[in-house]
């Protein structure tokens, strides 16, 4: 039996082997291929509306099937300028807890609550596409906008590339 699967073990790195050579051979050769980043696709804000135990639930329609896809970045200002171009694309705030990635043109929930404890239960008549929670709170008058992230590995670094941002929507 030892005997049976040593031989086929070893037949099987012949055919690993030759996949190997093929598959580099077919990329020292293909020409056909990009250098430049990838761009993200930046989320249409929906909604914004008040939960009952308190946060907010912003309802969004998202489609990034990228490979890379990181999440998004939310962007808190008193302007709708400002919200959507920020002094510096890294100050704004994560999303955490992070249940699914939006790949289909449908509409998700993000929780927006000062806990960063995992998602609250979905309440009747939210959107269940629940996707993670930004932890901050929000004020009445607020303008928000939100960015999409994909890591860009490039040589010798890995960085995030930002969406261009979103529509802005004034926190009710």
Do not use: W
Not at 3 to 29: G, M, P, T, Y
Not at 48 to 57: E, I, K, V
Not at 101 to 128: M, Q, R
């Amino acid at each position: 039996m030892l005997d049976r699967l040593r031989r086929c073990f070893q037949s099987e790195s012949i055919f690993f082997k030759a996949i190997l050579f093929i598959f580099v051979f077919l990329v020292i050769n293909c020409t056909n291929y990009s250098v430049s980043k990838t761009q993200t696709v930046p989320p249409i804000l929906i909604s914004l509306s008040a939960r009952t135990g308190g946060g907010h639930l912003l309802v969004f329609r998202g489609t990034n099937p990228e490979f890379f896809f990181v999440g998004y970045k939310l962007y808190v200002s008193n302007s709708v300028n400002s919200a959507r171009n920020p002094s510096s694309l890294t100050g704004g705030v994560d999303c955490e807890n992070r249940g699914i990635i939006p790949n289909l043109p449908l509409e998700y929930s993000i929780e927006i609550y000062a806990d960063s404890v995992g998602l609250s239960p979905v309440n009747t008549g939210e959107n269940g596409n629940r996707i993670c929670k930004f932890p901050v709170n929000l004020s009445s008058g607020s303008v928000i906008a939100v960015r999409s992230l994909l890591l860009s590995i490039q040589p010798g670094s890995q960085v995030y590339q930002f969406s261009t941002p979103s529509n802005a929507l004034v926190v009710p």
